[in-house]
């Protein structure tokens, strides 16, 4: 029951869920960039939502199955197949045993997610099995998957019944994005003309963007700081603005304090969709007062609960 | 219970889950913290040098209910601890290819190379602050002529070990990742140990003793 890498693509790791409560040791959240698409691969074969499986990183990896097994593919937008053949994303699928799976490069979004029936193995750490590189703990030898690595399987299932996401649960992806951000702790060392240029400007992810954050290209913001901020809480989805003018947003595996003016925040609502940012690609932020952006929260759960109960676990 | 205005002062939304509390100094934000985490009602609690952030579940309370909870917890004070009984003799190669940063600081703030060496392990610091990477360790209580700011571009790969000063403090770089703080050397001491039974060697309260070594000496 086991899984044998044979191509790792770019960037292949095991992610489950976030690693919670415990930021203040220096712990990131790390887990699954896009915990949307997770849950969706995994809603497929009757997992928990957020068991371990791989998060593939624009490259897609090769793998070949020493046993019969049930997947489900996710996420951005890339050609997929299985012994040769063409196959779907968000619908069960059955492996044979010696039959290769080739995921080719990602065209529209960054991340897919390979579900496992049943789920994979992996090193729990801190109160989660997905991988946190820059520290080598979870997933698989707290690393990226090499060639030749074996990934073993929690059990062997393939009963699993063939599942379909509904066509109104199948995210669209594209290259523009308006995500819902709010006022951070140092908003106010922005000028008001530069906090109006946050939410009016066409930003365009920068090519530095991995699991820690991304940058974020356009109009220099100038900010009252003299780069002596005492070191501060942040999360991921916080924007920061260091004295070059040129702000980044944090991701998921990004450090638990920073000493760069935090100029705003991405709401919850929205922050699964920070592992679909690619370079390039066109950003629009919208301000949003805190209790607009719960509400957004809310209706947002409540439109996934039907499909995914437990959403609120997961997003 | 309404707000009152000192209070809103005091706590501020960061986030549509993230409320700040300004304290002012670490070892309160440090003490405060602590008494949020005991209360176990929060997703996370962290604290930075001079605030704590609590984040909230938006699912299970209202964002004016976590500012009155905190307001309440606030209102029953705190305690900051006495620092720990433990000094740690950290080893540091200065300068060089292990300090990239060695040379520009020396510039920048008129010192000579002894100078700055003898000034940064001259005296005893407390440990203010871990956070930001596992085993990343603030240190406090750096002489005011060393007190510069950070890169206006921080680094996107500092090496693990880095000893890095910003801001009046000293940052022990535990893992190899970004950073922004000028390094003036590196350390071979473990700060971060995920097969220990206690990772985190370096905790809150500690007191630190730099030491420069040769690269030799340090194993480097």
């Not at chain 2, 893992?175 to 590196?186: D, T």
Request: overall charge negative; charged content about 20%; some cysteine.
């Amino acid at each position: 029951m086991s899984v044998e890498v044979l191509a790792p693509g770019l960037q292949t790791t095991i992610q489950a869920g976030a690693r919670v409560g415990m930021r203040h040791l220096g712990v990131p959240a790390s887990g699954a960039a896009d915990p949307l698409s997770l849950a969706l691969a995994n809603r497929l074969l009757g997992n928990d939502l957020l068991a371990p499986a791989l998060e593939v990183t624009l490259v897609g990896p090769t793998l070949r199955f020493n046993a019969p097994t049930a997947i489900a593919l996710t996420g951005g937008v890339a050609q997929a197949t299985l012994g040769g053949e063409p196959i779907e994303f968000h619908s069960t699928i059955i492996a044979k045993q010696g039959d290769e799976l080739a995921i080719a490069a990602v065209e529209i979004g960054t991340r897919v997610y390979v579900a496992f029936a049943g789920g994979l193995q992996a090193q729990e750490m801190l109160g989660s099995c997905s991988t946190y590189m820059a520290a080598g703990f979870g997933g698989h030898q707290g690393r990226a998957l090499v060639e030749g690595d074996v990934l073993q399987l929690q059990k062997q299932n393939t009963n699993t019944d063939v599942a379909r996401t509904p066509q109104e649960y199948r995210l669209a992806f594209s290259s523009t994005w308006a995500l819902r951000i709010c006022r951070s702790a140092e908003s106010d060392l922005l000028q008001d003309e530069q906090l109006g240029e946050l939410t009016n400007t066409n930003w365009i992810i920068g090519r530095r963007a991995d699991r820690m954050g991304m940058q974020l290209d356009g109009p220099m913001m100038s900010v009252s700081s003299d780069g002596r901020m005492p070191s501060a809480p942040v999360f991921p989805g916080t924007i920061q603005c260091p004295g070059n003018g040129s702000p980044f947003m944090l991701s998921v595996d990004a450090g638990t304090t920073g000493g760069y003016p935090r100029i705003a925040q991405l709401a919850r609502v929205d922050r699964h969709l920070l592992g679909q940012l690619r370079p390039g690609d066109h950003v629009r932020f919208l301000p949003r007062r805190p209790q607009e952006a719960i509400d957004a929260l809310h209706a947002k759960h409540n439109y996934w609960r039907e499909w995914l109960p437990g959403i609120e676990r997961v997003i | 219970m309404p707000c009152s205005d000192s209070t809103a002062r005091t706590i501020k939304a960061c986030g549509d889950d993230l409320l700040s509390i300004r304290l002012g100094a670490a070892r309160d934000a440090q003490a405060f913290a602590e008494q949020l985490r005991a209360a176990g009602e929060w997703q996370e609690v962290v604290a930075g040098i001079e605030s704590v952030v609590v984040q909230f579940d938006a699912t299970l309370i209202t964002i004016d209910e976590a500012r009155q909870q905190i307001a309440a917890e606030l209102a029953k004070g705190y305690t900051p601890k006495a620092l720990a009984d433990v000094l740690l003799e950290i080893p540091v190669v200065y300068g060089g290819e292990f300090g990239p940063d060695f040379d520009a600081v020396c510039e920048q703030t008129g010192l000579s190379a002894e100078e700055l060496i003898a000034l940064h392990t001259g005296r005893e610091y407390d440990v203010e602050l871990v956070g930001f990477t596992p085993g990343f360790v603030y240190v406090g209580g750096l002489a005011a002529v060393l007190r510069i700011p950070r890169r206006k571009q921080p680094r996107q790969r500092v090496a693990a070990g880095s000893v890095g000063i910003a801001d009046g403090r000293t940052g022990l770089y535990a893992l190899a990742g970004p950073g922004g703080w000028p390094i003036i050397g590196r350390t071979t001491f473990t700060l971060f140990d995920p097969q220990a039974k206690d990772p985190f060697p370096v905790r809150v309260g500690m007191r630190i003793r730099f030491i420069a070594v040769s690269a030799a000496e340090a194993g480097l």
